[in-house]
């Protein structure tokens, strides 16, 4: 909690009634001195003037107090960041699902592993926030679109399927048009286009370019309805994208991450596998030397204001994700905290009361 301001600083002019009372409790004691004087007992005398009762006497008032300036307090209305846990948030995985993910360096293999990874992740997420799952290889596919149904989610985890090839600007274009349904994203003509093909460029420029859509009456489609907005302040979704390799084909996925920064998207990476690269022999003995592109994935990670992490192993993946977890279902924001001081004012009045019950015999 940081940053405390009042809504109502008007009314903490009532602080000023402290002083006050702090002078009309000092004139009463004096007041009870003159009185103890007159007292016909020496003992009484004694206990009214022993030091341990003159502490006590004075706790269960300066409790009152405190819950009076904790009541003033709150009468401003005081307001704070806190974290908190999202009310709302939509996750699109983009799980890579190339032949290299065949490998066996990650034990039993690493499809196998990332698949028990993204299970695990999903099945710890709040019950509220909205899962989808993209996969890509030669292309990319929203094998399932964002739900809370996590049967569901498991389901298409299972029905993963290896392919040749590693377009990871594909899985990046197809997370963001289901994110923005509305946006007009052109994934035909950015996928299977011309390699000139500028995601980012108006949509009627577009329209040039071969194999762009069109609204089945020979007029170009609507053009995308969105304005740009800073890095990283869209919250309410995230994508998480996990690679194991290199792109070999589809859109650039720079340009891609442009299009997600440009929508406030953060996307964060996950590089899986080996750094130094591995070798691996598939279905029909053919052998392939594979590697981690970290520069791609850490270079995403930084236009679009995420974060970029590295697993090397299946312990590692499942720590990246529970990292994730916990960062992605919270969020900052500006509070009213005024029950927080009600509720100490609270305490602090009954706590006074049952002192003055125990030690006085009366309340406060």
Do not use: C
């Not at 301001?5 to 009314?11: A, E, Q, S």
């Not at 304005?227 to 792109?247: F, K, Q």
């Amino acid at each position: 909690m940081s940053g405390m301001r009042f809504l109502w600083p008007g009314m903490l002019w009532l602080l000023l009634a402290a002083p006050l009372l702090v002078a009309a409790y000092v004139w009463l004691q004096r007041r009870r001195k003159a009185q103890v004087a007159v007292f016909s007992s020496l003992s009484l005398v004694r206990e009214a003037m022993s030091t341990r009762q003159r502490i006590r006497r004075h706790v269960p008032p300066a409790l009152l107090l405190a819950a009076l300036l904790a009541l003033a307090l709150g009468m401003g209305r005081p307001s704070a960041v806190v974290t908190l846990p999202m009310n709302q948030k939509t996750i699109l995985m983009a799980i890579d699902v190339s032949l290299s993910m065949r490998a066996t360096d990650v034990d039993p293999d690493r499809i196998t592993a990332a698949k028990a990874a993204a299970k695990s992740f999903i099945q710890e997420l709040p019950a509220n926030v909205r899962v989808g799952i993209v996969t890509f290889a030669g292309t990319a596919s929203l094998v399932q679109r964002p739900t809370s149904d996590r049967e569901a989610l498991l389901a298409a985890i299972d029905r993963f399927e290896l392919q040749r090839a590693t377009a990871t600007g594909s899985g990046l274009l197809v997370s963001l048009a289901a994110l923005f349904p509305d946006h007009g994203i052109d994934l035909e003509a950015a996928i299977f286009g011309s390699p000139s093909y500028d995601p980012r460029a108006p949509r009627e420029a577009r329209d040039r370019v071969p194999g762009a859509l069109s609204d089945g009456r020979g007029s170009p489609a609507a053009k995308d309805q969105f304005t740009p907005v800073p890095p990283g302040s869209h919250e309410s979704a995230v994508i998480i994208l996990l690679s194991d390799g290199r792109r070999t084909t589809g859109p650039d996925p720079l340009e891609a991450a442009k299009m997600a920064a440009d929508r406030g998207v953060r996307v964060y990476t996950v590089g899986f596998g080996t750094v130094e690269g591995t070798s691996a022999t598939f279905d029909g003995g053919w052998t392939a030397f594979l590697r981690l592109d970290e520069d791609t994935l850490k270079a995403i990670a930084d236009i679009t204001r995420a974060e970029y992490f590295y697993a090397g192993t299946a312990a590692d993946l499942r720590k990246v994700y529970e990292s994730l977890n916990n960062r992605l279902v919270l969020e900052k924001q500006e509070t009213e905290i005024t029950a927080l001081f009600a509720a100490v004012a609270a305490a602090l009045t009954l706590m006074a009361a049952l002192l003055s019950l125990r030690w006085f015999h009366r309340p406060a």
